[in-house]
Protein backbone atom coordinates (compact mmCIF):
# COMPACT_ATOMS: atom_id res chain seq x y z
CA UNK A 1 0.00 0.00 0.00
CA UNK A 2 2.99 2.30 0.60
CA UNK A 3 4.74 1.40 -2.53
CA UNK A 4 1.46 2.26 -4.58
CA UNK A 5 1.07 5.65 -2.98
CA UNK A 6 4.38 6.87 -3.23
CA UNK A 7 4.34 6.16 -7.17
CA UNK A 8 0.94 7.53 -7.22
CA UNK A 9 2.44 10.70 -5.91
CA UNK A 10 5.38 10.31 -8.29
CA UNK A 11 3.27 10.34 -11.29
CA UNK A 12 1.27 12.92 -10.53
CA UNK A 13 4.85 15.06 -9.49
CA UNK A 14 5.42 13.83 -12.82
CA UNK A 15 2.68 14.83 -14.82
CA UNK A 16 2.55 18.56 -12.89
CA UNK A 17 6.05 18.53 -14.20
CA UNK A 18 4.75 17.97 -18.19
CA UNK A 19 1.73 20.34 -17.98
CA UNK A 20 4.41 22.96 -16.53
CA UNK A 21 6.84 22.14 -19.48
CA UNK A 22 4.32 22.65 -22.02
CA UNK A 23 2.02 25.49 -20.43
CA UNK A 24 3.38 28.33 -22.33
CA UNK A 25 2.35 26.70 -25.57
CA UNK A 26 -1.22 26.64 -24.06
CA UNK A 27 -2.66 29.72 -25.87
CA UNK A 28 -4.77 31.09 -23.12
CA UNK A 29 -1.64 30.35 -20.34
CA UNK A 30 0.48 32.48 -23.18
CA UNK A 31 -2.21 35.43 -24.24
CA UNK A 32 -3.35 35.36 -19.82
CA UNK A 33 -0.10 34.88 -17.99
CA UNK A 34 2.97 35.38 -20.43
CA UNK A 35 1.49 37.82 -23.03
CA UNK A 36 0.53 40.37 -19.64
CA UNK A 37 3.84 40.95 -18.08
CA UNK A 38 4.87 43.70 -19.34
CA UNK A 39 7.49 45.21 -17.62
CA UNK A 40 10.60 43.25 -16.58
CA UNK A 41 10.24 43.23 -13.06
CA UNK A 42 6.86 41.52 -13.77
CA UNK A 43 8.18 39.05 -15.89
CA UNK A 44 10.92 38.05 -13.87
CA UNK A 45 8.47 37.45 -11.13
CA UNK A 46 6.42 35.12 -13.13
CA UNK A 47 9.17 33.38 -14.52
CA UNK A 48 10.70 33.05 -10.70
CA UNK A 49 7.12 30.92 -10.07
CA UNK A 50 7.29 29.29 -12.62
CA UNK A 51 10.85 28.14 -11.94
CA UNK A 52 9.98 27.62 -8.00
CA UNK A 53 6.66 25.67 -8.77
CA UNK A 54 8.91 23.20 -11.53
CA UNK A 55 11.65 22.82 -9.09
CA UNK A 56 9.26 22.30 -6.34
CA UNK A 57 7.36 19.57 -7.89
CA UNK A 58 11.35 18.03 -9.37
CA UNK A 59 11.65 18.13 -5.51
CA UNK A 60 8.98 15.93 -4.98
CA UNK A 61 10.13 13.44 -7.61
CA UNK A 62 13.36 12.93 -6.68
CA UNK A 63 12.32 12.59 -2.92
CA UNK A 64 9.72 9.56 -3.99
CA UNK A 65 12.29 8.23 -6.35
CA UNK A 66 15.43 7.50 -3.15
CA UNK A 67 12.09 6.59 -1.01
CA UNK A 68 11.14 3.92 -3.52
CA UNK A 69 14.63 2.92 -3.88
CA UNK A 70 15.34 2.90 0.31
CA UNK A 71 12.23 0.86 0.65
CA UNK A 72 13.14 -1.38 -2.61
CA UNK A 73 16.74 -1.89 -0.50
CA UNK A 74 15.27 -2.18 2.61
CA UNK A 75 12.87 -4.95 1.05
CA UNK A 76 15.75 -6.94 -0.59
CA UNK A 77 17.85 -6.46 2.43
CA UNK A 78 14.92 -8.56 4.35
CA UNK A 79 15.09 -10.88 1.75
CA UNK A 80 18.60 -12.01 1.88
CA UNK A 81 18.41 -11.52 5.48
CA UNK A 82 15.50 -14.24 5.36
CA UNK A 83 17.61 -16.55 3.00
CA UNK A 84 20.41 -16.22 5.11
CA UNK A 85 18.34 -17.47 8.20
CA UNK A 86 17.21 -20.43 6.46
CA UNK A 87 19.99 -21.95 4.27
CA UNK A 88 23.07 -21.04 7.10
CA UNK A 89 24.64 -24.18 6.66
CA UNK A 90 24.50 -25.94 10.13
CA UNK A 91 27.34 -26.08 12.18
CA UNK A 92 27.87 -28.62 14.50
CA UNK A 93 30.40 -28.99 17.51
CA UNK A 94 31.24 -31.96 20.26
CA UNK A 95 32.06 -30.61 23.55
CA UNK A 96 33.13 -32.63 25.96
CA UNK A 97 31.83 -31.98 29.84
CA UNK A 98 34.27 -29.45 30.70
CA UNK A 99 33.98 -27.70 27.47
CA UNK A 100 30.39 -27.31 27.63
CA UNK A 101 30.31 -26.01 31.30
CA UNK A 102 32.70 -23.17 30.32
CA UNK A 103 31.15 -22.15 26.96
CA UNK A 104 27.77 -22.32 28.36
CA UNK A 105 28.43 -20.12 31.60
CA UNK A 106 30.28 -17.70 29.14
CA UNK A 107 26.90 -17.42 26.92
CA UNK A 108 24.97 -17.08 29.62
CA UNK A 109 26.88 -13.64 31.13
CA UNK A 110 26.40 -12.44 27.23
CA UNK A 111 22.85 -13.49 26.93
CA UNK A 112 20.60 -10.63 25.74
CA UNK A 113 17.07 -12.03 25.95
CA UNK A 114 17.12 -15.15 27.32
CA UNK A 115 18.43 -18.45 28.80
CA UNK A 116 16.29 -21.69 28.81
CA UNK A 117 18.27 -24.63 30.92
CA UNK A 118 17.31 -28.28 30.99
CA UNK A 119 18.47 -30.52 34.21
CA UNK A 120 17.60 -34.19 33.62
CA UNK A 121 19.61 -36.10 36.15
CA UNK A 122 17.86 -37.94 38.79
CA UNK A 123 20.51 -36.36 41.28
CA UNK A 124 21.59 -32.92 42.13
CA UNK A 125 24.87 -31.79 41.26
CA UNK A 126 27.00 -32.91 44.10
CA UNK A 127 30.04 -31.57 45.76
CA UNK A 128 33.44 -33.09 44.88
CA UNK A 129 31.84 -32.80 41.36
CA UNK A 130 35.02 -31.78 38.81
CA UNK A 131 35.89 -28.21 39.59
CA UNK A 132 34.71 -26.90 36.22
CA UNK A 133 31.32 -28.37 36.95
CA UNK A 134 31.23 -27.44 40.91
CA UNK A 135 32.57 -23.81 39.67
CA UNK A 136 29.28 -23.20 36.98
CA UNK A 137 26.74 -24.43 39.43
CA UNK A 138 27.82 -21.78 41.88
CA UNK A 139 28.45 -18.98 39.43
CA UNK A 140 25.12 -19.70 37.71
CA UNK A 141 22.86 -17.97 40.19
CA UNK A 142 25.12 -15.11 40.38
CA UNK A 143 24.98 -14.45 36.56
CA UNK A 144 21.15 -14.99 36.36
CA UNK A 145 20.81 -12.43 39.17
CA UNK A 146 23.38 -9.79 37.87
CA UNK A 147 21.31 -10.20 33.93
CA UNK A 148 18.10 -8.91 35.16
CA UNK A 149 17.07 -8.03 31.42
CA UNK A 150 17.74 -11.28 30.66
CA UNK A 151 14.74 -13.96 31.28
CA UNK A 152 16.04 -17.08 33.06
CA UNK A 153 14.07 -20.27 32.51
CA UNK A 154 15.20 -23.91 33.98
CA UNK A 155 13.25 -27.15 33.96
CA UNK A 156 14.55 -29.88 36.24
CA UNK A 157 13.65 -33.46 36.91
CA UNK A 158 11.15 -34.10 39.29
CA UNK A 159 12.72 -36.61 41.81
CA UNK A 160 12.96 -36.10 45.79
CA UNK A 161 16.54 -35.27 46.01
CA UNK A 162 16.05 -32.33 43.52
CA UNK A 163 13.25 -31.06 44.91
CA UNK A 164 15.55 -30.92 47.61
CA UNK A 165 18.28 -28.90 45.27
CA UNK A 166 15.54 -27.32 43.48
CA UNK A 167 14.05 -25.48 46.63
CA UNK A 168 17.98 -24.67 47.59
CA UNK A 169 18.01 -22.98 43.73
CA UNK A 170 14.89 -21.14 44.74
CA UNK A 171 15.58 -19.58 48.21
CA UNK A 172 18.85 -18.22 46.32
CA UNK A 173 16.68 -16.43 43.68
CA UNK A 174 13.92 -15.02 45.52
CA UNK A 175 15.31 -11.45 45.08
CA UNK A 176 16.00 -12.46 41.65
CA UNK A 177 13.06 -10.62 38.82
CA UNK A 178 13.94 -12.44 36.00
CA UNK A 179 14.24 -16.11 36.65
CA UNK A 180 11.87 -19.14 37.16
CA UNK A 181 11.87 -22.77 38.12
CA UNK A 182 10.01 -25.47 37.11
CA UNK A 183 9.74 -29.35 37.62
CA UNK A 184 9.06 -32.04 35.04
CA UNK A 185 7.80 -35.73 35.98
CA UNK A 186 9.78 -38.12 33.83
CA UNK A 187 11.08 -41.52 34.77
CA UNK A 188 11.80 -42.52 38.52
CA UNK A 189 14.73 -41.80 39.83
CA UNK A 190 16.06 -45.43 39.50
CA UNK A 191 16.63 -44.66 35.87
CA UNK A 192 19.75 -42.18 35.02
CA UNK A 193 18.72 -41.21 32.37
CA UNK A 194 15.72 -39.28 31.08
CA UNK A 195 12.97 -39.70 28.32
CA UNK A 196 13.24 -35.94 27.64
CA UNK A 197 15.99 -34.39 25.75
CA UNK A 198 18.25 -31.82 27.48
CA UNK A 199 18.42 -28.82 25.85
CA UNK A 200 20.14 -25.18 26.49
CA UNK A 201 19.04 -22.25 24.53
CA UNK A 202 20.30 -18.72 24.39
CA UNK A 203 18.65 -16.13 22.54
CA UNK A 204 17.33 -18.09 19.68
CA UNK A 205 20.93 -18.08 18.43
CA UNK A 206 22.68 -21.17 19.89
CA UNK A 207 21.58 -24.73 21.19
CA UNK A 208 23.22 -27.29 23.25
CA UNK A 209 21.73 -30.71 23.51
CA UNK A 210 23.20 -32.42 26.36
CA UNK A 211 24.05 -35.27 28.33
CA UNK A 212 22.70 -36.93 25.11
CA UNK A 213 24.03 -41.17 26.19
CA UNK A 214 24.96 -40.50 29.60
CA UNK A 215 25.32 -37.55 32.38
CA UNK A 216 28.90 -38.10 32.78
CA UNK A 217 32.26 -40.46 32.29
CA UNK A 218 32.22 -40.19 28.42
CA UNK A 219 35.38 -41.01 26.98
CA UNK A 220 34.93 -38.64 23.73
CA UNK A 221 31.92 -36.27 23.99
CA UNK A 222 29.09 -35.88 26.00
CA UNK A 223 27.35 -32.68 24.62
CA UNK A 224 26.73 -31.56 21.48
CA UNK A 225 26.74 -27.27 20.18
CA UNK A 226 24.60 -26.13 17.49
CA UNK A 227 24.80 -23.01 15.41
CA UNK A 228 21.93 -22.52 13.36
CA UNK A 229 18.96 -20.26 13.45
CA UNK A 230 16.24 -22.80 11.96
CA UNK A 231 17.29 -25.85 14.26
CA UNK A 232 17.91 -23.54 17.14
CA UNK A 233 14.42 -22.11 16.64
CA UNK A 234 12.69 -25.68 16.35
CA UNK A 235 14.57 -26.64 19.69
CA UNK A 236 13.40 -23.58 21.34
CA UNK A 237 9.45 -24.21 20.43
CA UNK A 238 10.77 -28.19 22.02
CA UNK A 239 11.46 -26.51 24.75
CA UNK A 240 8.80 -24.49 25.65
CA UNK A 241 6.83 -27.98 25.23
CA UNK A 242 8.53 -29.48 27.86
CA UNK A 243 7.68 -25.84 29.98
CA UNK A 244 4.35 -26.41 29.61
CA UNK A 245 4.57 -30.12 30.89
CA UNK A 246 6.26 -29.23 33.43
CA UNK A 247 5.02 -27.89 36.83
CA UNK A 248 6.30 -24.25 37.42
CA UNK A 249 7.13 -24.61 41.46
CA UNK A 250 9.14 -20.58 41.58
CA UNK A 251 8.42 -17.50 39.42
CA UNK A 252 9.67 -14.01 39.76
CA UNK A 253 7.86 -12.93 43.18
CA UNK A 254 7.10 -16.16 44.95
CA UNK A 255 7.62 -15.77 48.58
CA UNK A 256 10.15 -18.92 50.20
CA UNK A 257 6.44 -20.29 51.18
CA UNK A 258 5.03 -20.44 48.03
CA UNK A 259 8.08 -21.85 46.61
CA UNK A 260 7.94 -24.66 49.30
CA UNK A 261 4.10 -25.90 49.32
CA UNK A 262 4.75 -25.68 45.12
CA UNK A 263 7.59 -28.06 45.22
CA UNK A 264 6.88 -30.28 48.39
CA UNK A 265 3.49 -30.35 48.77
CA UNK A 266 1.80 -30.09 45.50
CA UNK A 267 3.15 -32.57 43.45
Same mark, same amino acid.
Given at each position: MKNL?? @?? #?? =? !??????? #??????FIPWVRENIWATQITVNGFASTLATYIGVEFGCLGIMVALVLSDIRQQGKEATDQFREALRQYTPLQVRPLKENE? =? %??? !?????????YVKICYFAPLPPQHGAP?? @?? %? =?YRTLPRVMKANPDTTFKRIIRDTDANRVWAYALVSDLLTATNCSVALLKDL??? %??MPLALSVQIVDERDAWLVAVGEHAGSAMYRDVALENEVLVSVLDRYFDRLWNLSRVVFKPGDSATAAHKAIFEEY
Open positions: LT @RL #LF =Y !LSLLAQL #LLAICPF =Y %KEF !LGHCISAKHAV @RE %K =YDAS %KE
